[in-house]
C-alpha cells in the first residue's frame, strides 16, 4: 500500500529564514505530486503540483519554490521565509490524476 | 473563478441523528467530486469520491450529486461523536477546487 511522509512535523523559524520541507511517498511510481498550504481561516491553497521528476508547475507567485528531484521526493522551499507564510502545508499524491490523498503535513510559524 | 463553497458551520447534530452537509460549486464543467474529512490540527482524508449524479453509498456515508443544479451533498447516518471534524467538498475538473469546510459536532 501507498504511504506518504513529510518532515518536520512541526516548524517555528524566523522571519527571513530559509525553509525545506520534503515529502516522500512509497509503494507507488510516477505518482502526481503537490503542495497545498492551508491558512488559519482560509481554504486548501494549491501551491505547486509536478507530473514527473523535474517537472513543475507554480499555481500562486510567491516567494516559495519547488523541486522534484527524484520520482518519490517532492521539495518545497523558500530563500527568505515571511509572516505570511504561516500556515499547515500538505502534500498530496495521486495516480489516477483524479483522487488525492494527503500526507500528515508540516505546521510552520513564521515569527 | 471557480469556487466551491460551503456554509462553514458549525453545522451541531445529536448523536444517532442524519448529519446532512452541503456545497455548491460555480464551473459547469466539472467531473468529479469528492468529500474530505479533517480532524483539528490533522491532514485531510478521502471519504467519498461521486462522478456522476444520482446517490452513491459507503457505509454510513452517502454522497449525493446532482450536476444540472451544481450540488453536491454528504449524508452521514446514525453520527457519533467521532464524526465530529471539518468536512471538505472538492471538485475536479482540470484542477481541484477545495470548500472551505463545514464544521460538523455531534452531540453526545
Known amino acids: 500500500s501507498q504511504t506518504i511522509h513529510q518532515w518536520p512535523a512541526t516548524l517555528v523559524q524566523p522571519v527571513g529564514s530559509p525553509l525545506s520541507l520534503e515529502c516522500t511517498v512509497e509503494?507507488?511510481?510516477?505518482?502526481?505530486l503537490y503542495w497545498y498550504r492551508q491558512a488559519a481561516g482560509r481554504g486548501l491553497q494549491l501551491l505547486f503540483y509536478?507530473?514527473?521528476?523535474?517537472?513543475i508547475s507554480s499555481e500562486v507567485p510567491q516567494n516559495l519554490s519547488a523541486s522534484r528531484p527524484q520520482d518519490r521526493q517532492f521539495i518545497l522551499s523558500s530563500k527568505k521565509l515571511l509572516l505570511s507564510d504561516s500556515g499547515f502545508y500538505l502534500c498530496?499524491?495521486?495516480?489516477?490524476?483524479?483522487?488525492?490523498?494527503f500526507g500528515p503535513g508540516t505546521r510552520l510559524t513564521v515569527l | 473563478q471557480k469556487e466551491v463553497e460551503q456554509n462553514s458551520g458549525p453545522l451541531s447534530v445529536p448523536e444517532g441523528a442524519i448529519a446532512s452537509l452541503n456545497c455548491t460549486y460555480s464551473d459547469r464543467g466539472s467531473q468529479s467530486f469528492f468529500w474530505y474529512r479533517q480532524y483539528s490540527g490533522k491532514s485531510p482524508e478521502l471519504i467519498m469520491s461521486i462522478y456522476s449524479n444520482g446517490d452513491k453509498e459507503d457505509g454510513r456515508f452517502t454522497a449525493q450529486l446532482n450536476k444540472a443544479s451544481q450540488y453536491v451533498s454528504l449524508l452521514i447516518r446514525d453520527s457519533q461523536p467521532s464524526d465530529s471534524a471539518t468536512y471538505l467538498c472538492?471538485?475536479?475538473?482540470?484542477?481541484?477546487?477545495f470548500g472551505k469546510g463545514t464544521r460538523l459536532h455531534i452531540l453526545p
Open positions: 472538492a471538485v475536479k475538473d482540470d484542477k481541484i477546487i
Open positions: 509503494g507507488t511510481s510516477n505518482p502526481n
Open positions: 509536478s507530473v514527473g521528476i523535474g517537472q
Open positions: 498530496a499524491w495521486s495516480v489516477t490524476g483524479v483522487e488525492q490523498f
